[in-house]
């Protein structure tokens, strides 16, 4: 697929005086895309990897394309350090993307004759969002207790309208649909008040404890202009963290955290019924935020190894996530008039594993980073999850297969991961690395019936620098997947994608590898 992007970004320091100091940064990029370039089915991915192919169904015609993305983003930040070991920061911030794109590819005309072309598309999507925030903390330290209180505000705003750009059918026989038609004009508003506070306490020498705490006032309101309808909701969560840090020798400090988390169920989950309109789709405004608990147990330090200084950190990790949200039929199943879709808290996921890392001396004229990760991720709720088989527009052609995910592994999570980095310096001022990434295989599906393989990668990045004058600049290359490979990635299923009522390797979306990519760039400071 096309790609093309052109960007403009910059940084400016003023020292008001020893102890304050003011900072602005801005990025203005454009972005053209044509298409994600995915695939549908197994045979498309091994005979049409770029997703070329066309026909007369559409087939080998990416659902989105065209993009055009405008982003901007603003922020400055003033930054105090008093003479009693305190520090105040301040932070304002302003993000922009305005999107447009085409979707849906155009099957029929308004007269029912098929269409062929691979640039015929029916629906114009017109997105735009702005995330604007302050963000504020104030630090304390002492002899034995230090502290942070903070407060984060946040306004964004999200916008889509939908629109068709040309008369069609979606069958044969079906209906006209207009040019011109609206068929959506929306609005989402999310507001976060949280203020939050951290205190780290050295109990000894070796000792430390960390504790934090958050509140968030979460508020979204929906406005649906072109239905009349506006909606709303409120959330207020807590979370908080604990962390024991003991150095029990020189070369190693064992730590300890618990901390917790949370995801706001969004308006269209909320709100499901209202939003969509078809008849078979049910609200629910009780549904509860998601939870999560996260504990990790390890050890870091820095050890001799063959006469150099290296850094290591073992982690073992469990991390349950509770009132997972979901629709009843799953999130992809169709609703049925005798079968409706409703979101609910329905069930949990669980994550536990061993991270390893460890970096050699980065100032010697050879050295290596590596990191292993161990995953192991299963669902321990979810006992209603739909699989649709056959045409979901065609009631006597469609049914749906139960399941129950409880012990299924999470799509689209490796167990095994495996990166390392061999990086040297031919000169003083040149660094060159070779990286190597290896992912074992993962499940594209949550009931896990299709297996896809893994893979592995090496990317080459080269990185110079040169002092003239004030300026420094800097430059880089690098070549993603040097060895040319393809594979497959992020592949996804969850319904009988080609509606021939059976469910196997032809039902997943996935983009393949595009194989060697060169990237190159240049900056500048002064």
């Given at each position: 697929?096309?790609?093309?992007?052109?960007?403009?970004?910059?940084?400016?320091?003023?020292?008001?005086?020893?102890?304050?100091?003011?900072?602005?940064?801005?990025e203005k990029s454009y972005r053209e895309k044509d298409s994600h370039g995915t695939v549908g089915g197994i045979t498309q991915a091994k005979n049409d990897p770029e997703s070329a192919s066309t026909g007369a169904t559409g087939a080998?015609?990416?659902?989105?394309?065209?993009?055009?993305?405008?982003?901007?983003?603003?922020?400055?930040?003033?930054?105090?350090?008093?003479?009693?070991?305190?520090?105040?920061?301040?932070?304002?911030?302003?993000?922009?993307?305005?999107?447009?794109?085409?979707?849906?590819?155009?099957?029929?005309?308004?007269?029912?004759?098929?269409?062929?072309?691979?640039?015929?598309?029916t629906t114009k999507n017109d997105y735009s969002q702005a995330q604007r925030g302050i963000k504020s903390e104030f630090r304390k330290s002492g002899d034995a207790l230090a502290y942070m209180l903070g407060l984060d505000v946040r306004n964004n705003n999200y916008k889509n309208i939908t629109s068709y750009i040309t008369d069609f059918k979606t069958s044969a026989f079906s209906p006209t649909n207009r040019a011109g038609t609206i068929t959506g004009n929306d609005k989402t508003t999310e507001e976060v008040y949280a203020p939050y506070v951290e205190a780290k306490y050295a109990v000894s020498n070796?000792?430390?404890?960390?504790?934090?705490?958050?509140?968030?006032?979460?508020?979204?309101?929906?406005?649906?202009?072109?239905?009349?309808?506006?909606?709303?909701?409120?959330?207020?969560?807590?979370?908080?963290?604990i962390g024991l840090a003991y150095q029990?020798?020189?070369?190693?400090?064992?730590?300890?955290?618990?901390?917790t988390g949370f995801r706001t169920p969004s308006v269209t989950q909320l709100y499901a019924g209202s939003t969509s309109l078809d008849g078979k789709t049910e609200n629910n405004p009780n549904l509860k935020p998601e939870q999560s608990v996260n504990y990790d147990i390890g050890a870091r330090g820095d050890v001799q190894m063959a006469g150099n200084k290296s850094s290591y950190e073992l982690a073992f990790f469990w991390l349950d996530r509770k009132n997972y949200i979901s629709s009843?039929?799953?999130?992809?199943?169709?609703?049925?008039?005798?079968?409706?879709?409703?979101?609910?808290?329905?069930?949990?996921?669980?994550?536990?594993?061993?991270?390893?890392?460890v970096n050699t001396d980065n100032k010697k004229p050879i050295w290596i980073e590596a990191a292993y990760t161990y995953l192991d991720a299963k669902f321990t709720g979810s006992d209603s999850f739909y699989l649709g088989l056959g045409n979901q527009y065609v009631p006597a052609q469609y049914s749906q297969v139960k399941y129950d995910l409880r012990g299924k592994t999470v799509p689209r999570t490796s167990r095994d991961t495996f990166d390392i980095t061999l990086s040297g310096r031919p000169t003083p001022t040149t660094i060159v690395s070779l990286e190597y990434l290896n992912k074992s295989g993962y499940f594209a599906d949550e009931i896990n019936q299709l297996k896809m393989e893994g893979y592995d990668v090496f990317n080459l990045i080269v990185r110079h620098s040169k002092k003239i004058g004030k300026f420094t600049v800097e430059a880089f290359a690098r070549v993603d997947n040097l060895c040319d490979r393809r594979y497959i990635a992020n592949a996804r299923a969850s319904s009988d994608r080609d509606s021939n009522k059976v469910y196997d390797y032809e039902d997943f979306t996935a983009t393949v590898n595009p194989g060697r990519v060169w990237t190159a760039g240049m900056s500048m400071k002064f």
């Open positions: 697929s096309d790609y093309r992007t052109r960007y403009v970004n910059g940084k400016f320091q003023y020292f008001i005086d020893d102890t304050s100091d003011l900072t602005f940064g801005f080998g015609r990416d659902y989105t394309r065209m993009y055009n993305v405008d982003l901007l983003k603003l922020y400055a930040t003033y930054a105090k350090d008093f003479a009693s070991k305190g520090n105040l920061m301040v932070n304002g911030y302003y993000y922009g993307d305005k999107t447009n794109f085409l979707s849906a590819p155009q099957n029929f005309t308004s007269t029912g004759v098929a269409v062929t072309s691979e640039d015929a598309y070796k000792l430390t404890i960390t504790l934090n705490g958050r509140y968030d006032d979460v508020r979204y309101k929906y406005e649906d202009y072109k239905n009349s309808q506006t909606l709303k909701s409120d959330f207020e969560v807590w979370s908080q963290r029990a020798a020189p070369y190693a400090t064992i730590f300890f955290n618990r901390s009843i039929l799953g999130d992809y199943a169709a609703a049925m008039t005798t079968n409706h879709q409703r979101y609910e808290n329905v069930g949990g996921m669980r994550s536990k594993g061993i991270e390893l890392s």
